[in-house]
């Protein structure tokens, strides 16, 4: 985390860490990551949640969970919908011949 000399102006810290997500404060203004949202963060270490860098004034970086997020991202998530790349396969089951749905 990067903060300045005894808690004042700090720039980004986790503020609460809940069954649903994450808090953070980020420049004077509050975020909440809800799992759902963003689930690389759910079933973490403490420590690894915690440790959060605001680089270059915008960027959001968790190096032990090597997560990025840019601030506008949490600002405006309209403009970066998430979309799964996970792709069914059809697998073919060598003893029976038929074809199996692999999720």
């Known amino acids: 985390m990067e903060s300045l000399k005894h808690g004042k102006n700090i720039l980004v810290s986790v503020e609460n860490i809940t069954p649903f997500g994450i808090w953070l404060f980020v420049k004077e203004k509050e975020y909440f990551l809800s799992y759902k949202d963003y ?3 759910k ?22 969970l ?15 919908p998430l979309k799964s790349k996970i792709i069914k396969k059809h697998l073919t089951s060598h003893s029976t011949g038929r074809r199996i749905a692999a999720r």
């Open 39 to 41: 689930p690389y963060f």
């Open 66 to 80: 090597d997560v990025d997020l840019e601030i506008d991202n949490l600002e405006n998530p309209e403009k970066y």
């Open 43 to 64: 079933d973490q270490t403490l420590k690894s949640i915690q440790n959060v860098q605001l680089l270059h004034g915008h960027h959001l970086y968790w190096p032990d």
